[in-house]
């Protein structure tokens, strides 16, 4: 493995952005995270394609991300590449009720286009973080609502194979998970919402981003909820009744709005975030008997917990 070499090549076979070392703090809503040993953000599809044939050739493992903001980057940095897509995957377009979008478009601006619009379904995602691919390779959602069931197809790059559309009912759901990531790199995606009352539109998304505001620490450095919820339980209760709300552990604190929510206050390493998880994991695993699973997803290498 060379990340050297794979560069150099990169840098003559991709049209974007292909730099070695990139800190990962800057890739991520937690703001935390040690050097990729390469970002390359790719604006073409082709550019995907040779992307990945240069990384398999040269034996570097590689993972794709979006906004970052379901992620918690180790302190040490990731030893593969981080892949971003571009400027042709961040398009979208609202054909009747469905719209048709790039994986590296931000969720908020097709929550907008349906809201503007008067069309219903993506009303719940309001105020969610991140791309649609992002959303989409975790299923993202609300307590009873996700994106999955709006999806008519997903297009992936499937590696040494190429584009590959895949119809809703080809696709595992899970209540925030999927088996797209497994199967490629999420391109592009059709929704098909429905036409509505707009002003039953406006209303609900605005009570969804109410309340999210009220139970959520929005506008801090955050990466949603730090665990799923346990069937028929909330984590964020639990949590609570341990006694972990307001938590510190160096710079990572459990939020005092909901206890789900880690936050970085400012100077947070992976190894604090990570030392709050096991202490959690380890108080609602002895006084309930309940193994709390990470909803986010870590990236590079694990020092803790
Ligand atoms: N609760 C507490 N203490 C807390 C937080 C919550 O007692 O510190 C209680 C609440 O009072 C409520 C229950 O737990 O009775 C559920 O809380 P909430 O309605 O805030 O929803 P949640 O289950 O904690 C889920 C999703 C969120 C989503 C909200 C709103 C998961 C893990 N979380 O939260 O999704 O925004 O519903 O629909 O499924 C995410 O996935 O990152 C995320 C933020």
């Given at each position: 493995m060379s990340v050297r070499r794979a560069s150099d090549r990169l840098s003559t076979a991709v049209t974007g952005i292909v730099r070695r070392d990139e800190p990962l703090a800057r890739r991520t809503t937690y703001r935390i995270g040690g050097p990729a040993a390469l970002y390359i953000e790719c604006d073409t599809l082709s550019s995907i394609g040779k992307a990945l044939d240069i990384l398999s050739e040269e034996g570097i493992e590689w993972t794709v991300l979006g906004r970052g903001s379901n992620v918690l980057a180790s302190d040490e940095g990731y030893d593969g590449a981080v892949i971003v897509l571009g400027r042709e995957f961040k398009r979208h377009r609202v054909e009747g009720d469905r719209i048709r979008t790039g994986s590296g478009v931000v969720l908020a601006a097709i929550v907008r286009d349906a809201y503007s619009r008067g069309l219903g379904g993506l009303e719940f995602a309001a105020g969610i973080p991140g791309t649609v691919g992002g959303a989409l390779a975790m299923n993202a959602g609300s307590r009873d609502a996700w994106i999955g069931s709006l999806v008519d197809t997903v297009t992936l790059w499937v590696p040494g194979v190429g584009l590959r559309s895949f119809h809703h009912r080809e696709i595992e759901w899970g209540y925030r998970s999927t088996d797209l990531?497994?199967?490629?790199?999420?391109?592009?995606?059709?929704?098909?919402?429905?036409?509505a009352d707009r002003e039953t539109?406006?209303?609900?998304?605005?009570?969804?981003?109410?309340?999210r505001r009220a139970t959520q620490p929005v506008g801090t450095a955050n990466a949603g909820s730090v665990f799923k919820n346990p069937q028929g339980d909330s984590a964020g209760r639990l949590i609570e009744a341990c006694g972990f709300k307001g938590r510190y552990r160096g710079g990572a604190q459990v939020s005092e709005i909901h206890a789900n929510f880690i936050i970085n206050t400012g100077d947070a390493r992976a190894a604090d975030v990570l030392g709050l998880i096991s202490e959690i994991r380890e108080a609602v695993s002895q006084t309930y008997g309940i193994e709390l699973e990470a909803e986010i997803r870590f990236l590079g290498r694990r020092t803790e917990a």
């Open positions: 990531v497994s199967r490629g790199v999420v391109v592009e995606s059709e929704l098909r919402l429905h036409e539109v406006r209303r609900v998304t605005d009570a969804c981003l109410t309340a």
